[in-house]
């Protein structure tokens, strides 16, 4: 019985945090962590991407020169859109780090919503699944329970090791997204270059992966929880204490393909 009674206390506890993670903005995560990431950016990173950005468009207006037949046939007006798109580039730098915190606004928004639809109890409790445990253990013969204590026992020890899977899952993420967004004005500023935006791109989707990222936990959290409330009540304890290891092993693989999906699905690299 003490073997069985808290079981899965450790992974319900990440479980239900894991939710609570994934909802949060890089602001609420962790203010500290947040302030830091944004004074590197702003003092150190963007001075950075406008030395990028002064080259990408020096460059591109050499090439605007002298692409017209070696300064024959020149259009006044191709100086007039390189002039804009200087400007929007620097625009776009100088506000890097508020367009990165919308993209994640708006997940945290859809997560927000999506957690009131599809989130529910998604704990797993021994005593309220098989209700006359006790009983049924003090039915059996000693070789049956020390069969079944030494199942809970190993049982146990995965789910503390699945516990620091989810944790490194959730915590991961939001480290990852830090990193991320502190080198945002440098691939930023390649935007507005026809050669070199690709980089630009990529790096939004990349963060629109982050984003959609929580989004799919949520779902993952969702279909475990339905899966939780529908475990069969069954005489055969050993197999619901492997039916549930099993629903929590499921639950870790899919948290790990989160990120590979939602790269894949918006066609990030």
Same mark, same amino acid.
């Given at each position: 019985?003490?073997?069985?009674?808290?079981?899965?206390d450790t992974?319900?506890?990440?479980?239900?945090?894991?939710?609570?993670?994934?909802g949060?903005?890089?602001?609420?995560w962790n203010?500290?962590?947040y302030?830091m990431?944004?004074t590197l950016?702003?003092?150190?990173?963007?001075p950075?991407?406008?030395l990028?950005?002064?080259?990408?468009? &020096?460059?591109?207006?050499?090439?605007?020169?002298?692409e017209?037949?070696n300064?024959?046939?020149?259009?006044?007006?191709n100086?007039?859109?390189?002039?804009?798109?200087t400007?929007c580039?620097?625009?776009?730098?100088?506000?890097?780090?508020n367009i990165?915190?919308?993209?994640?606004?708006i997940?945290?928004?859809?997560?927000?919503?999506?957690?009131?639809?599809m989130?529910?109890d998604a704990?797993l409790n021994?005593?309220?699944?098989?209700?006359?445990?006790?009983?049924?253990l003090?039915?059996?013969?000693?070789?049956?329970?020390?069969?079944?204590?030494?199942?809970s026992?190993?049982?146990?020890?995965?789910?503390?090791v699945? &516990?620091?899977?989810?944790?490194?899952?959730?915590?991961?993420?939001?480290?990852?997204?830090?990193?991320?967004?502190?080198?945002?004005p440098?691939p930023?500023?390649?935007?507005?270059?026809r050669?070199s935006?690709?980089?630009?791109?990529?790096?939004?989707?990349?963060?629109?992966?982050?984003?959609?990222?929580a989004?799919?936990?949520?779902i993952?959290?969702?279909?475990?929880?339905?899966?939780?409330?529908?475990?069969a009540?069954t005489?055969d304890i050993?197999?619901a204490?492997w039916?549930c290891?099993?629903?929590?092993?499921?639950l870790?693989?899919?948290?790990?393909?989160t990120?590979?999906?939602?790269k894949?699905l918006?066609g990030?690299?």
């Amino acid at each position: 019985m003490n073997n069985l009674t808290g079981l899965f206390d450790t992974v319900n506890e990440k479980v239900g945090d894991i939710s609570h993670q994934v909802g949060q903005t890089p602001a609420a995560w962790n203010s500290s962590v947040y302030n830091m990431i944004h004074t590197l950016s702003e003092n150190v990173i963007v001075p950075i991407a406008g030395l990028i950005l002064a080259f990408i468009m &020096t460059l591109e207006f050499i090439q605007i020169i002298i692409e017209r037949n070696n300064l024959h046939d020149f259009e006044i007006s191709n100086i007039y859109k390189w002039m804009f798109k200087t400007a929007c580039a620097t625009l776009i730098v100088t506000n890097t780090w508020n367009i990165v915190m919308a993209v994640f606004d708006i997940s945290q928004s859809i997560v927000s919503d999506a957690s009131g639809i599809m989130v529910s109890d998604a704990t797993l409790n021994f005593e309220s699944l098989i209700p006359d445990l006790e009983a049924r253990l003090e039915a059996m013969e000693l070789g049956e329970l020390f069969g079944i204590w030494m199942q809970s026992f190993l049982v146990g020890i995965c789910m503390h090791v699945l &516990t620091i899977c989810i944790f490194l899952i959730s915590f991961g993420r939001m480290i990852e997204i830090y990193i991320v967004t502190s080198v945002a004005p440098i691939p930023m500023a390649t935007m507005m270059n026809r050669e070199s935006s690709h980089m630009g791109q990529n790096y939004l989707k990349s963060l629109g992966a982050l984003g959609l990222q929580a989004f799919l936990i949520i779902i993952c959290v969702a279909i475990y929880a339905a899966l939780v409330q529908n475990i069969a009540v069954t005489s055969d304890i050993s197999y619901a204490i492997w039916t549930c290891m099993g629903y929590t092993v499921l639950l870790c693989f899919s948290l790990f393909k989160t990120g590979s999906l939602a790269k894949s699905l918006l066609g990030a690299h």
